[in-house]
Nanobody, 124 residues
Framework: QVQLQESGGGSVQSGGSLRLSCAAS????????MGWFRQAPGKEREGLAV???????RYAGSVKGRFTISRDNTKDTLYLQMNSLKPEDTAMYYC??????????????????RGQGTQVTVSS
């Protein structure tokens, strides 16, 4: 069974930075679409960023210019660099992956696999 494990969450002040990581077991990143989404208490899940099989990236407007998604296929690890964090970025952050050949056409919320999440708290 594929398992995705996020790490790197924590508490930071407004304007600070964090880098999230997502490691996988029994999974090959190189042929998959990968992404991040988040969910704050009482709010719907929000797709943040995806990186497709050809390395292209897409971002939600709320994080574009502040967050950067990247992957290291040699380490089977996905990253999310988060800069200029705001209190409204406070949420549980999840990584997700999808091995389907047409995954480039899906949003991250539709991906097949997801991790357990890591909490990010931004104080003002």
């Amino acid at each position: 069974q594929v398992q995705l494990q996020e790490s790197g969450g924590g508490s930071v002040q407004s304007g600070g930075s964090l880098r999230l990581s997502c490691a996988a077991s029994r999974y090959t990143y190189g042929t998959s679409c990968m992404g991040w989404f988040r969910q704050a208490p009482g709010k719907e899940r929000e797709g943040l960023a995806v990186i497709t099989t050809d390395g292209s990236t897409r971002y939600a407007g709320s994080v574009k210019g502040r967050f950067t998604i990247s992957r290291d296929n040699t380490k089977d690890t996905l990253y999310l660099q988060m800069n200029s964090l705001k209190p409204e970025d406070t949420a549980m952050y999840y990584c997700a992956a999808d091995p389907r050949p047409d995954c480039n056409g899906y949003g991250v919320l539709a991906y097949t696999y997801r991790g357990q999440g890591t909490q990010v708290t931004v104080s003002s």
